[in-house]
């Protein structure tokens, strides 16, 4: 079965430094890789899926086969970015579920 | 901007009590789905919801829990008997194409 592992809980970051949100997952065949974010008092919402290959609000992940990570990073940190971080993963066409990882809380020091 | 939205915000309930969660997806969506977290765990896939029928569920969604698409907007996820277990935050999400949108949640509590 397919997991996603995020092994930071907490993260702190002082504004202006980068971010780096890791996530590592374990799936024998090609999955879709994603990155959730809930603000505060908000809804879970897309911020971007590898195979857009985007950039949304400044951060980037890009998937990594040979070590089956989808890191999210960003170089420069806002207090806004200020969220809980999950990484998520689908298998397959007509497998529509998403497997998410325990989530990343990123805190921004002004 | 079209959202999932999510009915009570807040459920209390007693164990052995019924309680339906309802759903209102996003209109031209197909694909529903019911997730739940409890606190200070992971989000965890229930069920997915496509054509009137469950295309999948998983090994915590047992014959305490059912779903139903009533009408032409509504999705309800009930529980029949609670647990103590139950208690959790139940999100629903609607696809269309390839991004599934997330309803704010229902926080549920079984006392």
């Known amino acids: 079965a397919q997991r996603v592992t995020q092994p930071e809980k907490l993260l702190s970051v002082f504004k202006g430094a980068p971010v780096e949100l890791k996530c590592n997952y374990s799936?024998?065949?090609?999955?879709?890789l994603f990155w959730y974010v809930q603000y505060s008092r908000q809804r879970l919402q897309l911020l971007l899926r590898?195979?857009s290959r985007e950039s949304i609000k400044g951060f980037t992940a890009d998937l990594n086969k040979g070590e089956t990570s989808f890191h999210l990073k960003k170089p420069f940190a806002q207090e806004e970015d200020s969220a809980m971080y999950y990484c998520?993963?689908?298998?397959?066409?007509?497998?529509?579920?998403?497997?998410f990882g325990t989530g990343t809380r990123l805190t921004i020091i002004p | 901007e079209p959202e999932v939205t999510q009915t009570p915000s807040h459920q209390v309930t007693q164990m052995g009590q019924e309680v339906i969660l309802r759903c209102v997806p996003i209109?031209?969506?197909?694909?529903f789905y019911w997730y739940r977290q409890i606190l200070g765990q992971k989000v965890e896939f229930l069920v997915s919801f496509y054509n009137n029928e469950i295309s999948e569920k998983s090994e915590i969604f047992d014959d305490q829990f059912s779903v139903e698409r009533p009408d032409g907007s509504n999705f309800t996820l009930k529980i029949r008997s609670t647990k103590l277990e139950d208690s959790a935050m139940y999100f629903c999400?609607?696809?269309?194409?390839?991004?599934?949108?997330f309803g704010p949640g229902t926080r549920l509590t079984v006392l």
């Open positions: 999400a609607s696809r269309e194409l390839l991004e599934q949108f």
């Open positions: 209109s031209n969506h197909l694909y």
């Open positions: 799936y024998s065949g090609s999955p879709e």
């Open positions: 998520a993963l689908r298998v397959g066409f007509g497998n529509e579920k998403l497997t």
């Open positions: 590898h195979i």
